[in-house]
C-alpha cells in the first residue's frame, strides 16, 4: 500500500507523529518532497531536538529557507523560546497592562513576571506558529514533524491550555471592567481586551484547522515492536477522543530481506508484531517501509523512501 488522499486540494496540515527513533523525521520530509513535485509546501519541525536540518544534511533553523533540490519545498525548524520571544515583544504592552490592572504587582515584579517561561507554552507557541503560516497562505501544504507522542500530544492539546489562561485572564479583567464602571458608570474595551479577544479567535483557528477532517491529517509511524505497538495505540486512541483524522499508518524498518542469517531471525522476529498491527489496525491504510541498509538522510536517500511511501 502507498500514501494515499494526500494530494486533496483541501487538506492543508499534515502531522506526523509517534514514538522516539520509528523515523517520523524522514518519513515527515519524503513526503514534504514527494507533495512538492505538485504543490508549493512547507515542511515544519515542532522538535525541539530538530533532526530536520541533519536529515535534509542543510542547515535550516528558525527562519524559512528554500530546502536544496526541491524548487517548491521550503522548510522551517520551530524554536518555541524564539516564538514565545517574538509573542512577548509584539504584545509586551497588552500583558504589562493586564497585569497593571488585574494585581496588586509593582513594576519591578510585573517585568520579572513577564520574563517567566510559562508551563506549557511551547506547544501554544508552536502551534500558533503553524497557524500563523497558514493564515497568510503562502503555501499549498504543510508538512509538520513533532517530537515523541507525548509532545505531539500536548501539541493537539495546546488549544485547550491556551482557552484556559484566556479565561482565566479573562475573569481577571471582568473585575477591572467592574471597578471602572462603578466609579466612572461606563466601560470602555481598550487593547487588553482586543488582546484577548484576537487570542480567543487564535484558539478557535486552531480548533477548526485540527478538527477539520479534510484539511487536517495525523499519520502515525510505528516500527514492528511491542513498545511502539501500544504507543502507537494509544496516540491513535487520544486522536479519536480529540476528534482528530487519523487514516492511514507507516510502518517502517521493517524487515524484507532473507539474505543472511541476522536478516531470517530479524524478519521472524518481526512477524508477529506485523500480525498485531494487522489486527490492531486494520481500518487503517497501513504502508509498510522496508529496513534500509544506510541511514536515511540526504537527497539520494530520502528520494528511495519517497518512492516507497508513494508507490
Given at each position: ?6 494530494g ?6 499534515i502531522?506526523f507523529?509517534g ?7 524522514s ?12 504543490f ?9 531536538a530538530?533532526s ?5 544534511e542543510?542547515k ?13 519545498l521550503?522548510?522551517i ?6 516564538a514565545?520571544s517574538?509573542?512577548k515583544?509584539?504584545?509586551?504592552n ?12 509593582d ?11 510559562i ?11 503553524i497557524i500563523d503560516?497558514?493564515?497568510k ?7 509538520v514533524?513533532t ?39 461606563s ?7 482586543t488582546?484577548?479577544l484576537?487570542?480567543?479567535?487564535t484558539v478557535?483557528?486552531?480548533?477548526n484547522i485540527?478538527?477539520n ?9 510505528c ?6 505497538i501500544?504507543?502507537?495505540?494509544r496516540l ?11 487514516r492511514?499508518?507507516?510502518?517502517n ?14 524478519k521472524?522476529?518481526?512477524?508477529p508484531h506485523?500480525e ?6 486494520y ?22 523512501l519517497?518512492?516507497v511511501?508513494f508507490?
Open positions: 500500500m502507498a500514501l494515499a488522499g494526500l486533496d486540494m483541501d487538506l492543508k496540515l502531522i507523529g514514538k522516539g527513533g520509528v523515523g517520523k523525521t518519513c515527515a520530509i519524503a513526503t514534504a518532497k514527494a507533495l512538492s513535485k505538485n508549493k509546501t512547507l515542511l515544519i519541525s515542532t522538535d525541539p530538530h530536520v536540518s541533519d536529515c535534509l542543510q535550516i533553523g528558525f527562519k524559512v529557507v528554500k530546502v536544496e533540490g526541491s524548487a517548491n521550503s522548510a525548524e520551530v524554536v518555541a523560546d524564539e514565545l517574538v509573542f515583544t509584539a504584545h509586551q497588552e500583558l504589562k497592562k493586564l497585569l497593571e490592572t488585574s494585581t496588586n504587582l513594576n519591578e515584579d510585573i517585568d520579572d513576571m513577564l520574563t517567566l517561561t508551563p506549557g507554552i511551547d506547544e501554544v507557541m508552536s502551534f500558533k506558529t503560516f497558514i493564515e497562505g503562502e503555501y499549498d501544504k504543510y508538512v514533524d517530537a515523541p507522542t507525548g509532545h505531539a500530544l500536548r501539541l493537539i492539546s495546546s488549544p485547550k491550555l491556551l482557552d484556559d489562561w484566556i479565561k482565566v485572564a479573562a475573569k481577571m479583567r471582568w473585575k477591572y471592567r467592574y471597578m471602572v464602571t462603578s466609579f466612572t458608570g466601560y470602555n474595551p481598550d487593547n487588553v481586551d488582546f484577548l484576537n487570542l480567543k479567535k478557535k483557528r486552531i480548533e485540527l478538527k477532517k479534510t484539511k487536517c491529517e495525523f499519520i502515525p509511524v516500527i514492528p515492536e511491542e513498545m511502539a501500544l504507543e502507537t495505540s491513535l486512541a487520544d486522536l479519536s477522543t480529540s476528534g482528530i483524522n487519523a492511514q499508518i507507516i510502518v524498518n521493517v524487515m524484507v530481506s532473507d539474505g543472511c542469517d541476522f536478516c531470517i531471525r530479524r521472524a522476529g518481526q512477524m506485523l498485531e498491527i494487522s489486527s490492531l489496525f481500518e487503517f491504510n497501513r504502508v509498510e517501509v522496508p529496513m534500509f541498509a544506510e541511514e536515511i538522510k540526504g537527497h539520494e536517500a530520502l528520494s528511495r519517497t518512492e511511501l508507490g
